[in-house]
C-alpha cells in the first residue's frame, strides 16, 4: 500500500515537473520572439532613416 503511494506521488512530481519546464520553455519562446520581433522594427526604422538622409543628401548636391 505503501509503495503505491510512493509510486503515485514520483508520477504527479514528474508531471509537474514537465509542466513548469514546459511552461519556463514557451515564456523564454515568446520573450524571445518578441526582442526579434522588436530588434527587427528598430533596424528597418533606422534603414529608413538612412535612406531620407541619402536621399537628402542626393537632393542637396543637385
Known amino acids: 500500500m505503501h509503495d503505491s503511494f510512493e509510486f503515485t506521488n514520483l508520477l504527479l512530481l514528474f508531471v509537474f515537473w514537465v509542466l513548469g519546464l514546459t511552461i519556463v520553455y514557451f515564456v ?35
Open 28 to 62: 523564454i519562446k515568446t520573450a524571445v520572439r518578441n526582442g526579434v520581433r522588436e530588434a527587427n522594427v528598430g533596424l528597418f526604422e533606422s534603414v529608413r532613416a538612412i535612406e531620407d538622409s541619402v536621399y537628402e543628401l542626393k537632393k542637396a548636391s543637385e
